[in-house]
């Protein structure tokens, strides 16, 4: 991407979004700020692309990429770093590996939480639940139900943060595995259908959990343009109220900015995707005044 054209799509993602009962006005005391980066469908991709790499070159790694966490985190340690899967499969690493390797330089970058996308389970479900000692961060999806698999109590449907008094709830969604993945890769997981979980979820982190801000970290694809009436982030959005932001993955759509879709109220949901291969970082800034209204900004950074 030539400088000008990042610089411009930068400055139009600068643009504050009302979310919930705040508006675009100026805020009368200087609000919290809860900074929340995101990847997904990082496929194994360990090292930067090569000079010689195409339209990727010289672009992600998982060391700049460490870098560039560090330095945001040190402008704002209210930051939580999120993945929304396909954390596997896509190089030579998971194959020699399996997952190991992945796991533990996520670990090392503090990833707070994470959920599960069907690549996941390409040395099935055994294969992903051997690598969960390397992980030290939690793995979260409410539609998939692991109560009859070797993965049960090792996946939460949702986890909640607090940062600066401000309360955050986090609930993940997977994709149909059934024609994605083996039967015998995914075993006894049960799908669940993603759009009344997340009504479901919204309500238990809204009304039971009181969380201020509500984020779901999806594995269900952005949009699907010949099969529009499909379960997507798009549709997920419209659907549903509660939800400020979806992260989604699955399919590698690269954003410059979140997409700003009207919930089923006519309230204000985002909805960020940063491509694949950790070639983007995702981030976007919620601003909370004295009364918790909120307000956003969001932008994709190139590794």
Do not use: W
């Not at 870098?67 to 190089?91: C, H, V, W, Y």
């Amino acid at each position: 991407m030539k400088r000008r054209d990042f610089i411009q799509q930068t400055a139009a993602a600068s643009t504050l979004i009302g979310l919930g009962g705040l508006g675009l006005q100026s805020f009368a005391t200087p609000p919290k700020k809860i900074t929340i980066l995101h990847t997904n469908d990082v496929h194994s991709h360990i090292d930067a692309f090569g000079p010689e790499d195409g339209r990727n070159a010289n672009k992600g790694g998982v060391a700049r990429r460490a870098s560039l966490i560090e330095a945001i985190r040190k402008e704002n340690p209210n930051t939580l770093l999120m993945d929304a899967g396909d954390i596997f499969q896509g190089t030579p690493y998971f194959n020699y590996y399996g997952g190991e390797l992945e796991f533990k330089l996520m670990s090392m970058l503090k990833y707070d939480v994470a959920t599960i996308g069907n690549h996941d389970f390409d040395n099935g479900i055994d294969g992903l639940y051997a690598q969960l000692p390397h992980a030290d961060f939690d793995f979260i999806s409410a539609n998939y139900d692991f109560k009859n698999t070797i993965m049960d109590t090792h996946v939460k449907p949702y986890k909640t943060f607090t940062k600066e008094g401000i309360k955050i709830g986090v609930f993940g969604l997977g994709i149909q595995l059934d024609g994605l993945v083996g039967k015998d890769m995914y075993k006894e997981t049960v799908y669940m259908d993603p759009i009344e979980t997340a009504q479901e979820m919204t309500r238990v982190l809204k009304e039971a959990e009181r969380c201020d801000l509500i984020i779901c970290l999806s594995h269900i694809g952005y949009y699907y343009k010949n099969s529009p009436e499909k379960v997507s982030d798009l549709n997920l959005a419209k659907a549903t109220k509660d939800i400020d932001l979806i992260i989604g993955g699955h399919t590698h759509t690269f954003l410059p900015k979140p997409t700003v879709v009207k919930n089923i109220e006519g309230k204000n949901t985002l909805v960020n995707q940063v491509g694949c291969y950790g070639i983007n970082l995702g981030k976007i800034d919620f601003y909370f005044d004295a009364d918790k209204n909120k307000a956003a900004e969001g932008t994709s950074i190139i590794v």
